[in-house]
């Protein structure tokens, strides 16, 4: 047994990086992440601003400083900041939904969604008096097609981490996202924490309190409780604790 968990020890990762998904899109869900933080693991969040509850986050999470706050770049759900019908919008303004795309993500043309994010990140700026820690985005749009090389030109203009869930840049290290779905598990979690060949991980979590607002805006609604109370759970507080795995934000890896 002994050597069996000196094995299971080496195997771990060193750092990880828990960021939860969709802040500002409700009330519920917002409130959720701020709980998953302050009594559980979740060390960073991503807002949604064109949602019409970001400021109001963004507001609530003044009490809370060592939460690390990125912006979640939307191209996907309700409407985008800046006006007039896009590559990207239908005819009553609002983003396409992936659905609505044959290959199931967006592919707006570039210089339109260059402006539209710009003006997430300035909104969240103007707002806040800072930078986020990172860009990341709905639906993992950033990392599909013309939007990739839209998110390194901000990424480089901003001096940003984005996440990646492939190699991007020289800055690689993965993000997870297994842990959604049938994959909210303490198996999932621990399978996450041993990734081989890295140091550092991002996992990619959703933690609620379910409203109705969120029931009405995302089919991914009832399992947010569910992620919430396992990232607030003493198992996985222990787990964290006995191999040693420093909980960070991407301000921390900028920042090294």
Known sequence: ????????????????????????????????????????????????????????????????????????LTLTAGKPLLPGKKSYTDEEGNFLRPS?????????????????????????????????????????????????????????????????????DENYFPARCEFYKDGVSFETFKEICSTEGYDTVELVCHPALVDERLINVSSYNMNRIKELELLKSDAFKQFIKDHNIQIITYADIKNN
């Open 1 to 72: 047994y002994l050597v069996q968990w000196i094995i299971e020890v080496k195997s771990m990762i060193k750092k990880l990086i828990i960021n939860a998904d969709d802040f500002g899109m409700c009330e519920g869900n917002s409130l959720g992440i701020l709980l998953a933080h302050e009594e559980g693991l979740v060390s960073s969040t991503t807002v949604m601003m064109n949602m019409p509850y970001a400021l109001w986050a963004l507001d609530k999470a003044k009490a809370y400083p060592n939460l690390g706050i990125g912006v979640h």
């Open 100 to 168: 609505a795309y044959e290959d199931e993500f967006p592919d707006g043309e570039p210089d339109e969604v260059y402006e539209e994010w710009k003006a997430q990140i300035e909104a969240f700026i103007a707002h806040t008096g800072h930078l986020p820690t990172h860009l990341d985005s709905h639906h993992y749009v950033h990392m599909e097609h013309r939007q990739l090389e839209v998110i390194k030109r901000l990424a480089k203009e901003y001096n940003l981490p984005i996440r990646q869930t492939r190699y991007v």
